[in-house]
């Protein structure tokens, strides 16, 4: 059964660094989101995108974060400026049927 | 706002007992509800949506728009049932999850 696909599962960085977190959506999906969970917290929404920008974003979401869909597979979120409260789980997920089939997560760390 | 909530971070059971994860929403039109899953080390996996009303491994969760609830239910629960349960409103696209309930299923 296909599955969404995430790398790193792990990722150290120094603040003020730029990360680009990967993810592979099921092929033949159409929309896909990222999500992040900080320890001991909800998980949250922070932006979808279809058909090659951006269908909404969180308040989460501002200048520091992007998205691109660089080729056919590959849909990346990028923080530019890395800050420690950036320290969380982030999962991709993609939707099918109105299901959102999800990631394994990327932790990020930051230090 | 639209919200979540899950009153329980834990619920410990004994094997065998029966389970009810509790989630209440908030939404201010027709709710479309999910439980996700996760086991230890494994990703978010949906278990059930509202509208399929499908039972699956045991568990079931009825909408009650009444009580805007949506509680998960197992009459009998199993040691592999032991996970994070999050309980996930639809808006617009995006989802809204609760905080999770951490269910322990002791032997």
């Known amino acids: 059964e296909p599955e969404v696909t995430q790398t790193p599962s792990h990722q150290v960085t120094q603040m003020g660094q730029e990360v680009i977190l990967r993810c592979v959506p099921i092929?033949?999906?159409?929309?896909f989101y990222w999500y992040r969970q900080i320890l001991g917290q909800k998980v949250e929404f922070l932006v979808s995108?279809?058909?090659?920008?951006?269908?909404?974003k969180s308040e989460i979401f501002d200048d520091q974060f992007s998205v691109e869909r660089p080729d056919g597979s590959n849909f990346t979120l990028k923080i530019r400026s890395t800050k420690l409260e950036d320290s969380a789980m982030y999962f991709c997920?993609?939707?099918?049927?109105?299901?959102?089939?999800f990631g394994p997560g990327t932790r990020l760390l930051v230090l | 706002a639209q919200r979540v909530t899950q009153p329980e971070k834990l619920l410990s059971v004994f094997k065998g007992a029966p389970v009810e994860l509790k989630c209440n929403y908030s939404?201010?039109?027709?709710?479309?509800l999910f439980w996700y899953v996760q086991y230890s080390r494994q990703r978010l996996q949906l278990l059930l949506r509202?509208?399929s009303r499908e039972s699956i491994k045991g568990f079931t969760a009825d909408l009650n728009k009444g009580e805007t609830s949506f509680h998960l239910k197992k009459p009998f629960a199993q040691e592999e049932d032991s996970a994070m349960y999050y309980c996930?409103?639809?808006?617009?696209?995006?989802?809204?999850f609760g905080q999770g309930t951490e269910l322990s299923v002791k032997p």
């Open positions: 997920a993609s939707l099918y049927q109105e299901t959102q089939y």
């Open positions: 092929s033949n999906h159409l929309y």
């Open positions: 995108f279809y058909n090659n920008e951006i269908s909404e």
């Open positions: 939404y201010s039109g027709s709710p479309e």
């Open positions: 509202h509208i």
């Open positions: 996930a409103l639809r808006e617009g696209g995006k989802l809204i």
